[in-house]
């Protein structure tokens, strides 16, 4: 399922990604990559709030969930960067609203489906509400950190505070 899922994004990003300015990009691919790399660190183990699940054909291969985790990392977030910023709006707010809309979607499906076929685990309240909530402040915050990456860096750090004390995130993570 892995695999499909990769070939998608490389596709998409062939397809409509900004493969001629990447290194415009590649600050906020490493934002992307360094968000999903400090939950790991942190809540992997000891308290996680999602996991990856390798389907039949994923275990068939020795794909882990840190695989999966790594393969997101190395592919899906790159190729979304290059699309997603490649091709943002500039000017009107509503316009740039319906665009952070539409990719909100596509992650939406993208987590739903995963979930439907067991791809994924929710753990300690967390659902797909709440990585619909995210992924809207998520590519809000990317679109953002394109422009201005330290107050980037400044709403994430406090979106993180707010979502370890809405968890109840216990202090035992700092290992």
């Not at 596709?11 to 999903?36: C, E, H, M, Q, S």
Request: hydrophobic letters at 50%; charged letters at 10%.
């Amino acid at each position: 399922m892995n695999y499909i899922y990769g070939f998608i994004y490389i596709f998409a990003a062939w397809k409509w990604g900004d493969w001629r300015n990447w290194r415009l990009y590649y600050p906020t691919i490493l934002f992307f990559v360094n968000g999903d790399l400090l939950y790991h660190f942190l809540l992997f183990d000891h308290f996680p709030l999602w996991r990856f699940n390798p389907v039949s054909i994923d275990e068939k291969n020795g794909i882990t969930s840190v695989h999966i985790s790594l393969i997101i990392m190395m592919i899906k977030y790159p190729c979304t960067i290059l699309i997603y910023l490649g091709n943002f709006p500039k000017g009107k707010l509503s316009k740039q609203f319906l665009y952070i809309t539409f990719w909100v979607m596509i992650y939406a499906t993208n987590e739903i489906i995963t979930h439907l076929l067991g791809g994924i685990k929710h753990y300690n309240g967390w659902n797909e509400w709440w990585s619909i909530s995210f992924d809207v402040v998520m590519f809000s915050v990317l679109a953002l950190h394109h422009y201005k990456p330290v107050i980037s860096w400044i709403l994430s750090f406090i979106y993180i505070i707010v979502l370890w004390n809405l968890f109840d995130v216990p202090s035992t993570v700092f290992r």
